[in-house]
Nanobody
């Protein structure tokens, strides 16, 4: 199973970006899909998670500005980021809990995509 993230880039404060992450390979089903980020000198932190069913979860710092969504038919998770701030600058990683058969589940990470917000 591989996760391929895309959509990062350089944007001015107040701008928007949309990240995408596609899961491919031997996939039976996917439970949670999410986005995490890691800024220089800081630990990786949760940004948002969307389960296969149920409510989404957001970090307090992004609530009201970021929206996570998924397309199960495409095994894809998105992160719409609006009103971006310089403190949102980080490498963003997608994550998925994947069943690769009926009983076996594992945690997979994408390669990371850089988001840079200039002031």
């Amino acid at each position: 199973v591989q996760l391929q993230a895309s959509g990062g880039g350089l944007v001015q404060a107040g701008g928007s970006l949309r990240l995408s992450c596609v899961a491919s390979g031997s996939i039976f089903s996917i439970n949670d899909m999410g986005w995490y980020r890691q800024a220089p000198g800081k630990e990786r932190e949760l940004v948002a998670v969307i389960p296969s069913g149920g409510d989404t979860t957001y970090a307090d710092s992004v609530k009201g500005r970021f929206t996570i969504s998924r397309d199960n038919a495409k095994n894809t998770v998105y992160l719409q980021m609006n009103s971006l701030r310089p403190e949102d600058t980080a490498v963003y990683y997608c994550n998925a809990n994947v069943y690769y058969d009926e009983y076996s589940i594992n945690d997979f990470w994408g390669q990371g995509t850089q988001v840079t917000v200039s002031s």
